[in-house]
């Protein structure tokens, strides 16, 4: 588990080193939604998925874990949900066009290749490793887990922060009126 870099000092013509003990290929995974709604607070809904070092384990989320946690988006919310999603691989498989034609509470809208300044969870990203995760030289996959998830929780109870993530898109919830 090799720590995020962040701003460190040292003294003039000294490199600091941050010793880590070793690798692990124990993985830890996160999804997350920025959920709006006008009028109301903005949510953030996240799932982590740990990994285990098994040889020929999946090392990500499945389309599976990403239609649950849809599904879990649908039932907390109460409503239609609207994904914006980027161009991962996962998000266009075929069982997930599937899953969307068939539901009709459930559309996809898909960002452009190459254009993560147009989705609000990179910003819930910037937040985590600038924040609890910077600097942090894990000692072990649940010291990882535990930054993660208190990390993603402080988040959470913000959700200025999380509107503030789409405000740096540049978006909003409000379609334009035509001229």
Known sequence: MTPPRARTWGRRGCTPVVRVRGRSR????????????????????????????????????????YRDLAVRAHIQLGGPIVLVWDNLNTHL????????????????????????????????????????????AFTDADHLAHTLRRGLRHIQLRSTLIEGCLTGTGLSLTSPTPP
């Open 26 to 65: 124990r993985r830890i995974s996160v999804a997350a939604l920025c959920c709006y709604k006008p009028g109301e607070k903005g949510r953030m809904i996240y799932r982590p998925r740990f990994h285990h070092p098994l040889k020929g384990a999946r090392k990500s989320f499945a389309w599976t874990d």
């Open 93 to 136: 498989t075929a069982g997930m066009k599937r899953y969307t034609a068939e539901h009709d509470w459930l559309t996809v809208f898909q960002l452009p290749s190459y254009a993560p300044d147009l989705n609000p969870v990179e910003g819930l990203w910037s937040l985590l490793r600038r924040g609890p995760m910077a600097n942090t």
